[in-house]
């Protein structure tokens, strides 16, 4: 709490957290902070603030509150999705509003994570918090096709343009010609080359689970791999600092966080990959196992996956037996 600076009612306020809460839920108990108290709701704003909220022929917010803007809260909100939303915001005052709510935002929402790390019954509030914090951090939504936008030399402007050309990650880009690249964004050579070097140099991970021949009735034991699989490359250059890492955080049916994990890049740089043996306990609702991988600092980098563990006896329901799934994957990279 003094590490971040966070006041004491952010703090009570976070305790209520129920370990269930949504990425939706997680931004209107922010946008309640103490931190954000000197924002405030001016009549003129108003007009624009619903726009962003609600309007048949614009880009509208990800998730629109219900009714008319009218407390300082529904603003906070409002503004913070606009600004992950690449929503454009034309009025001086709002902008400095945002400016202002990200600075303080970023304190909480780090804070927030590490707080809820040390919890062990609230995967899915852990991992959406995660997961916002990176939001606040790279001022873009996890799921943005704007990942051009994190790149030296990139803004609003130009990643509109690379979105526009269909170049929607970082593997589009890093596949796409140098002088095609010029022309999309209008440049002069060696920028085409200047931004697929920024994309070669960024870290790229693999994730492999394997279940191991240790199981019992109520117990599975898998092996999770991280691989960096460009990390020679990453030996002489890097676009990440050197203070990035990724969170692998895994959970299971019943919200329980079975591991959860700080892996920095420097670790991954040293042999190319990463691996732990992992004991899991079956859960009462299902056998499917959250594995994902949140990187600290790009949008575009995490992977994501389900894996459904295989125990002694399969699970049953009344009288019929619930035989175990294969591997289901997605990974949230292209």
């Known amino acids: 709490m003094a590490w971040y600076y966070i006041a004491f009612d952010t703090v009570k306020q976070f305790f209520t957290i ?15 902070c103490t931190e954000f108290l000197d924002v405030k709701l001016r009549t003129n704003e108003k007009k624009i603030l619903n726009t962003l909220n609600k309007d048949k022929d614009k880009i509208t917010i990800r998730f629109p509150m219900e009714g008319k803007i009218k407390t300082r809260e529904m ?22 509003d945002t400016g202002r709510i990200f600075r303080n935002g970023l304190r909480v929402t780090r804070w927030l994570s590490d707080f809820l790390a040390s919890c062990r019954n609230n995967f899915s509030a852990l991992l959406n918090s995660l ?19 994190q790149l030296e030399k990139i803004g609003v402007s130009l990643s509109n343009a690379m979105v526009n050309a269909g170049l929607t990650s970082f593997k589009k880009i890093e596949d796409t010609n140098a002088r095609e690249l010029e022309l999309i964004l209008n440049r002069h050579p060696p920028f085409g080359n200047q931004i697929k070097e920024s ?13 191991l021949p240790k199981y019992s009735d109520t117990l599975a034991e898998i092996l999770v791999t991280i691989k960096l699989t460009n990390y020679e490359q990453l030996q002489t250059k890097r676009t990440a600092t050197d203070f990035h890492y990724v969170t692998l955080v895994i959970g299971d049916a019943d ?16 042999t190319g990959n990463w691996m732990k043996k992992i004991e899991v306990k079956r859960a009462l609702k299902s056998e499917d196992i959250s594995i994902n991988l949140i990187s600290s600092d790009y949008v575009g980098l995490d992977i994501q996956q389900v894996y459904t563990a295989f125990y002694l006896t399969p699970k049953t329901v009344g009288s019929k037996v619930v035989t175990n799934e294969k591997l289901k994957a997605e990974s949230s990279l292209d």
């Open 131 to 149: 997961i916002l914090a990176k939001c606040f951090r790279c001022k873009l939504w996890e799921n943005s096709l704007h990942v051009s936008k």
């Open 199 to 211: 994309v070669l140099h960024l870290p790229k991970y693999e994730l492999d689970i394997e279940q």
């Open 255 to 270: 919200n329980q966080v079975i591991f959860n994990q700080k892996i920095m890049d420097s670790v991954l740089l040293k």
């Open 75 to 96: 603003k906070i909100n409002c503004l913070i999705q606009a600004q992950l939303g690449c929503i454009p915001i034309q009025d001086f005052t709002l902008t400095q």
């Open 18 to 32: 129920k370990g269930t809460e949504t990425l939706n839920e997680l931004i209107a108990m922010i946008s309640n």
